[in-house]
């Protein structure tokens, strides 16, 4: 057969399975497709697995033998992959076999709709709970024989909590691969799952098909992944790749597709510190904020904060009960034996005599437990008083090559109706002390649940006679607005000398320099409704040179929706700093993203390389009082 007449090349990496090569090989051959090559890699076995690839290549014509010294899978996978010539390619591993229609089937597949990536179901010799999940979600969320696009497919299996990762039910355009730079990484254990999200985050045409054409021989103890001398290397290896998979997702769009990749590294980076011994777990390098920050989902982000606080106890915790489960499991397939029980002696006075010893020492500790409480509780209610009477100006630099003049921009939001001295007269001071030369403001300066916000159109008023003043409005004045009929209130904020930017631009020339500011309404949901795209738009074909502003209540809408345009700086609130901030590890909650947003308050890089300062707020609702969270007046000197 001539080279550019083969349509699949199986790649089979050999090492070490004498006993079962040949059962391999001979299902290969049995395949009832004629456009085939069969790539046998010798990878330095020391038994006759080379001698009997010799063999078979001298007795069928589309087999080649390889003979290269030891490398591991992922090199002689890449080996492989340099030498094949089919279109499309498969790799089998030398322990497992195929069924005599696979090639036939997937290839039929691939070409009905010229897939990147053909995957299909996988038979196992050992029954797997992960396996079945996967099945499940794979009939729940998507449509056998229909093409998706890698991504999307991702998606849809992080949803359900079931990713399966392995390269062998897989069949991929070669081409594909070799023109994304898509190789095994050489010298790890559980290449696959480093391999499998590059591919598909790549992948354009993704087909699933429910045929089952790969027996995955699980049951053998000597194999590399049920080998236990190997273990602390596959655990060492797993974490590796999680941390440079982690680097990878940093620019994986949408945002939720990211947030859902990185939430299955945070489970992951836990259980392979489960999975270590106990000697050996600071060694690995698994950071607990990582694995806080990365966390996603509601459920796993508890389990996280868990893990974060104790570490240890939840690692013991859990292989104590993988243990039991593994007992469960042995007794459940064998006949209980019963239990012979020691006679009763008599120990009355023993017992008593320790029933009062451990009475003396609960009632010891249930006193200082209630002292730490009333402590705690003292702290507590201290910490709440001082962040809701106190704020602090939070300052920051900002660089552009615009200005020919340094300018200072001061930053208000989410101020609740908050006041700081009579009718704000300390808060109003501070900022004329700090001399801005233009007043921002980001919204939510009401309270939704109180009707009067007059002493916020008095802030404004004294806020106008110091500096320019614009700004957005923020959720709660959206409710006034479109749910309680305060037809006045963006009226009333314009008459005390606030401009209020709806999806609309306004420009200000300070020290002989435009600068412009972009004001967006609403969330990410209603970026094309109601005139945010088509403002966006707007800006993008003006000239841009001068220094664009972007402001936006809620954080999100930057990575979402705006950073796909131009601008310099994006100004939001909306999170209040995550209402309580844990040393170490920052916000704990935001409406918008759930337990420890991303988005909780600081300074960010957008992808078009714009500065994003998320401010905590001088305020807070009714509901949640801050706690370890002094309110902030941002203050941004832009040079």
Not at 277 to 291: A, D, Q, T
Not at 596 to 607: H, I, N, R, S
Request: charged fraction near 30%.
């Amino acid at each position: 057969m001539k080279k550019q007449d083969v349509q699949i090349s199986i790649i089979v990496p050999i090492y070490k399975v004498e006993k079962y090569l040949v059962r391999c090989v001979e299902s290969l051959i049995a395949q009832d497709f004629l456009s085939l090559e069969i790539i046998l890699i010798d990878d330095g076995s020391p038994d006759r697995c080379g001698e009997i690839c010799d063999n078979y290549a001298k007795k069928d014509a589309r087999i080649i033998a390889y003979h290269k010294p030891n490398g591991g899978l992922s090199d002689a996978r890449n080996y492989g992959l340099e030498r094949a010539h089919g279109e499309y390619v498969l790799f089998v591993d030398s322990d497992d076999y195929l069924e005599p229609q696979a090639c036939a089937n997937l290839w039929k597949e691939a070409r009905a709709g010229f897939a990147d990536i053909i995957i299909s179901k996988m038979a196992l010799e050992k029954p797997s709970e992960g396996m079945a999940r996967f099945e499940k979600v794979a009939e729940d969320r998507f449509q056998y024989h229909r093409i998706y696009s890698g991504p999307a497919y991702l998606m849809g299996c992080l949803e359900g909590g079931a990713l399966r990762v392995e390269v062998i039910r897989t069949m991929f355009r070669r081409d594909f691969l070799v023109r994304n730079d898509l190789y095994f990484e050489y010298g790890i254990l559980h290449e696959d799952e480093e391999f499998t999200p590059r591919a598909l985050l790549k992948a354009e045409r993704v087909v699933l098909t429910d045929y089952v054409y790969y027996h995955y021989d699980n049951s053998r103890s000597d194999s590399i992944m049920n080998s236990t001398a190997l273990n602390a290397k596959k655990i060492a290896d797993r974490v590796k790749i999680y941390d440079g998979l982690r680097k990878l997702y940093k620019t994986v769009k949408p945002r939720k597709l990211r947030r859902l990749l990185e939430d299955d590294l945070s489970w992951k980076y836990i259980d392979c510190y489960c999975a270590s011994e106990p000697k050996s777990r600071k060694k690995l390098g698994v950071k607990r904020l990582v694995v806080l920050k990365c966390a996603y989902k509601a459920r796993r982000r508890a389990k996280a904060l868990v893990f974060a606080l104790a570490p240890n106890h939840y690692a013991n915790r859990m292989r104590e009960q993988a243990l039991v489960r593994k007992v469960h499991q042995r007794r459940s397939s064998s006949k209980a034996l019963p239990i012979e029980r020691e006679p009763a002696k008599n120990i009355k006075h023993t017992e008593k005599k320790a029933g009062k010893s451990r009475l003396k020492k609960r009632m010891k500790f249930l006193a200082k437990f209630l002292f730490l409480i009333l402590l705690l509780a003292g702290g507590l209610a201290k910490n709440i008083y001082d962040n809701r009477t106190n704020y602090t100006a939070e300052f920051y630099q900002v660089s552009s090559r615009k200005l020919t003049h340094s300018i200072r921009v001061v930053f208000l939001t989410d101020v609740h109706l908050r006041e700081y001295g009579m009718d704000n007269g300390d808060l109003v001071e501070d900022i004329e002390n700090l001399s801005p030369d233009l007043i921002l403001l980001g919204g939510d300066l009401v309270n939704d649940t109180v009707d009067s916000y007059d002493n916020m159109i008095s802030l404004c008023s004294q806020l106008t006679e110091i500096a320019p003043v614009c700004g957005v409005l923020g959720n709660h004045e959206d409710v006034k607005i479109y749910h309680q009929g305060d037809e006045e209130l963006v009226k009333r904020f314009e008459d005390a000398g606030v401009k209020i930017l709806r999806n609309e631009e306004t420009s200000y020339s300070l020290y002989d320099n435009t600068v412009s500011v972009i004001g967006i309404e609403g969330k990410p949901e209603d970026f094309a409704s109601y005139g945010a795209k088509e403002c966006m738009e707007a800006q993008e074909a003006e000239d841009q040179y001068d220094l664009r502003i972007c402001i936006a209540h809620v954080p999100t809408y930057f990575p979402e929706k705006l950073e796909n345009y131009s601008f310099d700086l994006g100004l939001a609130g909306h999170t209040h700093g995550g209402i309580v901030r844990l040393p170490k590890l920052g916000a704990l909650y935001s409406a918008e993203e759930g337990l420890f947003p991303e988005y909780g308050g600081g300074v960010y890089t957008l992808d078009n390389k714009a500065t994003l300062i998320v401010s905590r707020g001088l305020g807070d609702s009714d509901k949640w009082p801050r706690i370890n969270n002094v309110p902030e007046l941002s203050v941004i000197d832009i040079n």
